[in-house]
């Protein structure tokens, strides 16, 4: 195991070997073999913003009716420490999450929930997507290789953080979480398909909630449909619990590299981390350390390979990132994508470039 900590940001890399054996298996089979599955809160986006905690997809939804926003804070309330609890069973919890789901979306529809409530919430929100993500999914749009988002939250809110804080669509990324119906007067009416919770958000929920479409307006989506992403086996998977690991549950994948954002109750949390992720990023005090942080890790993870250089400029920054062999790492407190960048980068290209 490697722990490295340099101006505050730490990241863990429990088998430097198998790491680099797994991106040498993937770039042998080629980026069409790969798919990238990723949670959205605190992972895509930022835990921190501005020194507050960010807004959940979830928790920024205001429906313009106080009462019933009361209503969900008070589910809130009750369930949240009971999703924490570690002493309930699995079985047990699994049950009150879908009860803690059902209530909140039958208040959504009761309380008159909109569109246009959920395109004001999200412009009043306090979200953000972590630095380098717009080049990670550029860069896996070109190779096109599918990202699935999974989420617990709602589909709609995710696609119009997307249309607002990215400013543009990618043809290849897919929402599979709660989606919405609307009435022609863009007011809510029901939810397609089964119920998603933190639980049972893996890979069989592409086909509980029905099908996955886009509302981001590119109507050229890729090619693949459940059934070609699921015949993707190599696996690139990004998360900030360890529950997440779970995405992948219903594929039969060969080769997974795991990508784990540690966010929290980092001393409590870092060793169950490090032994559930390939990769661990934990604290990014700073926010600009990561070009030497990179190149100090990259030294640790060079195992029997020659990789050519590739140097990431990043925007408003005195620092670049050179080439990373990173399959699974763990984060925390914002680190930046930049490592994930260059991860993918490695992972599509083939072992002959």
């Known amino acids: 195991m490697e722990h490295v900590v340099f101006d505050g940001a ?9 790491l680099q054996r797994k991106i040498s298996s993937i770039r042998l089979d ?36 106080p009462e019933y926003d009361l209503k969900r804070q008070k589910l809130y309330d009750h ?30 529809i009761e309380g008159g929930l909109t569109y246009g409530a959920i395109k004001s919430s999200v412009a009043k929100s306090r979200i953000a997507f972590r630095e380098g993500v717009t080049e990670l999914f550029e860069l896996l749009e070109r ?18 953080v997307l249309r607002q804080k990215l400013h543009r669509s990618f043809k290849n990324v897919k929402i599979v979480s709660n989606r919405m119906v609307f009435d022609q007067n863009g ?27 886009d509302r981001l307006g590119d109507a050229n989506g890729l090619a693949d449909d459940t ?31 795991s990508v784990g954002f540690l966010n929290d109750n980092i ?15 934990m604290t990014d005090t700073s926010n600009r350390s990561s070009g030497k942080f990179v190149e100090k890790v990259e030294k640790l993870l060079y195992v029997e390979m020659t990789i050519s250089v590739t140097v990431y400029r990043i925007c408003h920054s005195q620092y670049s990132i050179a080439t990373l062999d990173f399959s699974e790492w763990v984060v925390q407190n914002d680190a930046p994508m930049w490592g994930v960048v260059k991860l993918a980068s490695q992972l599509c290209s083939t072992a002959a470039d």
């Open 187 to 213: 007011n809510l009416v029901s939810f397609k398909g089964k119920t998603i919770h933190v639980l049972n958000k893996n890979e069989h929920a592409i086909d509980m909630a029905g099908p996955v479409h």
């Open 79 to 108: 369930y949240h420490p009971l999703e924490i609890d570690p002493t309930i069973p699995l079985d047990e919890k699994a049950k009150l999450m879908e009860e803690w789901w059902e209530k909140t979306h039958g208040l959504l």
């Open 30 to 65: 080629g980026p069409s073999k790969l798919q990238v599955i990723a949670d959205f809160d605190a992972t895509l986006t930022k835990y921190w913003i501005d020194g507050q905690r960010g807004h959940s997809s979830h928790g920024l939804l205001q429906q313009g009716n």
């Open 267 to 281: 001393q409590s949390s870092s060793d169950s981390y490090r032994n559930a992720f390939d990769v661990v990023y």
């Open 143 to 160: 190779s096109n290789v599918p990202v699935l988002i999974f989420s617990a939250g709602l589909a709609d809110i995710i696609e119009e």
């Open 227 to 257: 059934s070609s992403v699921k015949m993707r086996t190599n696996v690139l998977l990004l998360g900030d619990h360890i529950g997440d690991l779970g995405m992948s549950d219903g594929l039969n994948y060969d080769t997974r590299i």
């Open 10 to 18: 730490e990241v863990m890399v429990g088998d430097p070997e198998l």
